[in-house]
């Protein structure tokens, strides 16, 4: 098996404890929850990665983040 042929990726959230409270609250599966959103983005049409009106992508003021790969 090619190790790379199947490359995984881990994300990380930072979250006000109030916030994660609330989240499992509402879905207490809140990872399933997070990782089945991803996986029906990936499933919808290019076209419809829209952001809503008026809301700009997140970003992040730590200057070791980037949008590059570490690969």
């Known amino acids: ?22 989240l499992r609250e ?3 599966d809140a990872i399933g929850w997070l990782r089945t959103q991803i996986q029906n983005r990936l499933a919808a049409p290019s076209g419809s990665w829209q952001s809503p009106a008026g809301q700009a992508p997140a970003t992040t003021a730590e200057p070791w983040w980037g949008n590059e790969d570490e690969y």
């Open 26 to 28: 509402a879905e207490p």
């Open 1 to 22: 098996m090619n190790p790379e042929s199947n490359l995984t990726r881990t994300l990380t959230l930072v979250l006000p404890e109030a916030d994660w409270k609330a």
